[in-house]
């Protein structure tokens, strides 16, 4: 029964969110810190009580709260409500944190729709009539799919046919033709509902109505279509096409998702009859106590897989894990980049010999092509050719002012205004130039050569097509469309720089115990899928938003092909069979951090067939000081025969979380460190007997020689090499050093007393006088024009409590700044203490208000900072850190 964590600042919003450190700069973008909704709470209730008697109690007791949602449900009873009462709302809330009807309170935090990166959306018109795909139909060959295996699963007819997935997200727009194009029994998107209304913001009361519709967001629509898309004109299908899809909406039309909508979704999604529950949703944090993530962790518990986004805040290095994806026993996603970028270009047609009309895709250049039909020429008959119309043309060159000259193009060897110009001079008025290189089509520009009409651009790969047709002897005709009038065309480049390697954006784990986070890792880098139809049809976007939902796909088609849907059972198949990847960074050729992949690239099919079962999915050794010296895993042949297995491991590539003389954790690509863990096995070769099984104990030796003060994060993956030709691995991780003793958990350069209305935060001297109105917002909500002192609290790791308190100075009790001295505070300020924190900074006004709704008297105090160390005891004073800042006086106005 104790509060959870109490309301916490946010100063001037986009940069609070933005920036997860200050002495770095603000130039970090990570993912989106957690805001909270000032004075509104979840309880959850203790057995045989209910919202009605809790109720009657607050206004027995002359507290008024109006309630926000009901949340009674199999695996959480309880309610949320916002205090009314603004006389003394902390006071209120510690008070019902205390009664004996409540287990536990937290407050409500906001989490903001993910940031992915949209890509590429439909030109609306163009999308809905002539999108058109390239492939013909027949196998799977969606690029995503064949990474995942899910091609395979397909190949022989899985669908998830018969699985119902509850996916908690925007709405979906289930009028798009490719979700099913209706809502309700025996549509595609069959259950759901809306629970909040377009006017809801996170903040304020949410009005549910029956209807998930996607009414003016668009991620929803993105993320049913990777699960479910049907066939369609881009001939692309989601993974599992035959699922039945639930949409639980909690995002409003501005604004983010708070806690007790997402326990209230996830709940709903549970009774509803999920088989699966997915959310590409969550904000930094590196704690599994947070409400939803207990939720989470409940329902996986209960037997229903829940796979949630990692986050998108790779930039932000080592220990940035999200809620509700840190959730013990919640799937974490990653991303992967995709191998193909989906491009979109302007559509045409050209026709050869007597074949009929092909379409093709190019990009308008400068000047841009009207409607034409013309027979193309090439230059050069090889297409290879490096010097393409790089010198004049010979003699015998035909008059080239009504063809379509295709040129290839050239870097190096002379410039694009030569080739111009050499075609020009035998009368050329339109190019058409390919691509040397796999990569997307850019606008020229020949403005410079007033005799060229019209230029546009084309794939090496088209070019090549062309020059082969001409130089069979078949007549080439392309017939062109301008471009504002041009249909969309969609085509598919390989993705040389980073495909099938992890996304840059994944968020990392572990979290701040050490749980192994992420799991596995999927495609979510540039990923093609549904998008609401007034946006256009179809969009490319990257984010683990993308790689969440396959991963809960590739879940259905795995039970579904194995007849199970126990959680445990599928993160253990998953988590073998996953395909760990290099690291994207440097050589290639080592395996990249376990922090950062899981246990490597989901292979759906290998999971539905793997014979071998391990009793683990994965192993963390812990830090130095809670080091787990063996951990035993059993080997479970349900094959017909007996195998013989090879034990081994595969190191990864051993990251520091700082830098040499910084305290903040380093951002992205980290230092790393050339050493590695030893693993012994308690046999290296065992032989298990069809149904039989055997334990293997692992006895690890961590790297040595490392700066423990760096806190590297060691990670590799027991390898089990079958005779049966079954390769599986266990992904591992460990801490060389003490979380406990990690550098700092307060920054001692940024813990001190500023200027709340100076944005450039200036660090104050002994003694300021603050001139202030007198408090009247128990929220401790400033008035927008006074001059406050404001408390700066940078945190370098997370921190499960972050105290701020009072301290008075007069002359019997001196403080020097940096110490604490031994006066007692009078109390918190309000807006403190806040419970399990990411690595963020707090700015915060202190209006005189303190947390427990009394106002402090006029005088002079500082303000000492409390955070408890990571794994610290909050009863042990020696467990925390504290900073005392400069003493500043407050008087009233
Ligand atoms: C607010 O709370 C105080 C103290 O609990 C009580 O005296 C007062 O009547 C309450 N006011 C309202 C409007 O509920
Ligand atoms: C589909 O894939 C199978 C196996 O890879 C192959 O034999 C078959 O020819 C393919 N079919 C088409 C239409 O491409
Ligand atoms: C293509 O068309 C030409 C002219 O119309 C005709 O002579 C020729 O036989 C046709 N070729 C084929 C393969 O149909
Ligand atoms: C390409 O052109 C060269 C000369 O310009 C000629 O020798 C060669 O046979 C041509 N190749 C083809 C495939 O047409
Ligand atoms: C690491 O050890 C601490 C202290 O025993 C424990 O609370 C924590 O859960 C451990 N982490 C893991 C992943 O087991
Ligand atoms: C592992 O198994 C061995 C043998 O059964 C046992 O002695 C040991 O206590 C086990 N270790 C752990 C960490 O469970
Ligand atoms: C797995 O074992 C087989 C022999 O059974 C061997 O040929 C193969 O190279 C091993 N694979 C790996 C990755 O160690
Ligand atoms: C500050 O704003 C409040 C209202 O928000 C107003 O009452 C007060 O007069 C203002 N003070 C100054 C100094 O502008
Ligand atoms: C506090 O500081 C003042 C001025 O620096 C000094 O006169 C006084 O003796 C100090 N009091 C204590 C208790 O140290």
Redesign the pocket.
């Known amino acids: 029964m104790k509060l959870q964590y109490a309301l916490l600042a946010l100063f001037g919003g986009a940069l609070a969110q933005d920036a997860p450190h200050l002495s770095h700069g603000l130039d970090a973008v990570a993912d989106v810190e957690p805001s909270m909704v000032p004075g509104a709470y979840i309880v959850e209730f203790e057995d045989n009580e209910d919202a009605g008697s809790f109720y009657g109690d607050l206004r027995s007791q002359n507290m008024e709260a109006e309630p926000r949602l009901d949340l009674t449900y199999s695996l959480f009873k309880g309610c949320s409500f916002q205090l009314k009462n603004t006389s003394d709302v902390d006071v209120a809330a510690q008070r019902i944190s205390e009664m004996p009807k409540i287990r536990k309170m937290w407050p409500v935090r906001i989490h903001e729709i993910p940031k992915d990166e949209l890509i590429w959306a439909g030109n609306a018109e163009a999308a809905r009539s002539s999108l058109r795909k390239r492939q013909e139909p027949g196998n799977d060959t969606f690029s995503p799919h064949v990474m995942t295996q899910v091609d395979k699963l397909r190949a022989e007819g899985f669908t998830g046919a018969g699985i119902r997935i509850g996916v908690v997200d925007s709405g979906v727009d289930y009028n798009h033709p490719a979700l099913g194009g209706c809502f309700g029994e025996g549509c595609l998107i069959s259950y759901g509902t809306d629970l909040v209304g377009d006017e809801y913001n996170g903040g304020n009361t949410p009005v549910p109505d029956p209807d998930p519709l996607e009414s003016c967001g668009s991620h929803g629509t993105h993320v049913a279509g990777i699960i479910a898309a049907q066939e369609n004109e881009l001939g692309f299908t989601g993974a599992a096409p035959g699922v039945t899809l639930g949409m639980y909406r909690v995002f409003g039309c501005n604004g983010g998702a708070s806690d007790d909508v997402l326990i209230a979704a996830f709940n709903r999604a549970f009774e509803d009859g999920s088989d699966i529950i997915t959310a590409s949703i969550g904000s930094a944090s590196g704690w599994s106590e947070s409400p939803w993530a207990v939720l989470a962790q409940r329902i996986v518990e209960a037997g229903v897989p829940v796979t949630i986004a990692a986050g998108n805040g790779g930039s932000a290095g080592l220990f940035y894990s999200s809620t509700a994806a840190d959730g013990k026993e919640v799937t974490a996603v990653a991303s992967v980049d995709n191998t193909e970028t989906p491009i979109i270009l302007s559509g045409a047609t050209f026709r050869a010999g007597n074949g009929s009309a092909e379409s093709f895709g190019w990009q308008d250049g400068f000047p841009s092509y009207g409607n034409v039909s013309l027979p193309l020429w090439a230059v050069s008959n090889n297409t290879e050719v490096e010097d393409d119309a790089c010198n004049a043309l010979p003699d015998d060159t035909p008059d080239l002012a009504n063809y379509m000259v295709l040129i290839r193009e050239t870097w190096t060897s002379c410039s694009l205004f030569e080739q111009a110009q050499n075609l020009a001079a035998k009368g050329a008025r339109y190019i058409m130039v390919y691509s040397s290189v796999p990569d997307v089509p850019i606008p020229l520009n020949v403005q410079s050569v007033p005799e060229i009409i019209s230029i546009g651009m084309v794939t090496s790969e088209q070019g090549a097509e062309w020059v082969n047709l001409l130089n069979e002897g078949k007549r080439v005709t392309v017939d062109m469309t301008e471009y504002f009038r041009a249909p969309a065309f969609l085509d598919f480049i390989p993705s040389t720089a980073r495909g099938g390697l992890l996304s840059e954006f994944t968020s990392w784990g ?1 979290t701040w ?4 986070k992420p799991q596995v890792a999927a495609p979510g880098g540039n990923i093609l899928s549904t998008y609401p139809l007034n946006l256009g049809g179809y969009a490319v976007e990257s984010g683990t938003s993308m790689s969440c939902p396959l991963t809960a796909a590739a879940y259905a088609l795995v039970a579904e092909a194995r007849g199970t849907l126990d959680p445990s059972t599928l993160e253990r198949l998953f988590s073998s069979t996953a395909s760990p990847k290099v690291w994207a960074e440097g050589s290639r050729d080592r395996l990249a951090p376990v922090a950062q992949q899981g246990a490597g690239l989901i292979q759906a099919y290998d999971a539905a067939y793997a014979t071998t079962i391990l009793s683990v999915a994965s192993i ?1 050794f ?2 130095t ?2 080091f ?1 010296p063996s951990a035993n895993f059993t080997i479970e042949n349900l094959g017909s025969e007996e195998v013989t297995y090879e034990l081994d491991h595969r190191q990864a590539v051993t990251m520091y979380t700082f830098k040499e003389g910084e305290l903040y954790p380093a951002s992205y690509p980290n230092p790393i460190a050339d050493a590695y863990a030893a693993l012994e096995f308690s046999e290296s070769k065992v032989t298990v007997p069809a149904g039989g099984s055997k334990e293997i104990t692992v006895i690890p030796t961590p790297p040595s020689g490392l700066d423990e003060k760096l806190l590297p994060v060691y990670s590799g993956y027991i390898t089990v090499n079958g005779t049966s030709g079954e390769l599986l691995s266990i992904p591992y991780l460990g801490v060389v050093g003490s979380m406990y003793a990690a550098p700092s958990v307060l920054d001692p350069d940024w813990v001190f007393v500023s200027n709340w209305s100076d944005f450039m935060l200036p660090k104050l001297v002994e003694n300021t006088v603050f001139t202030i109105p007198y408090p009247t917002d128990p929220t401790g909500e400033p008035q927008i024009n006074a001059t406050y002192p404001a408390s700066v609290i940078q945190l370098n790791v997370g921190t499960a409590l972050l105290r701020c308190d009072l301290v008075p100075h007069n002359d019997s009790a001196n403080a020097t700044a940096g110490d604490v001295s031994k006066v007692p505070p009078i109390g918190s300020i309000a807006r403190f203490p806040v419970e399990f924190t990411s690595r963020r900074y707090f700015i915060t006004a202190f209006t005189g208000m303190l947390a427990d709704g009394s106002v402090a008297p006029e005088g002079r105090y500082s303000f000492r900072v409390r955070a408890l160390k990571i ?1 610290g005891d909050a009863a042990k004073e020696e467990d925390y850190e504290a900073v005392e800042t400069v003493p500043f006086e407050i008087v009233y106005t």
Do not use: M
């Open positions: 572990p115990e050490v749980d192994l963390s812990n830090d000081d809670n787990v794994f």
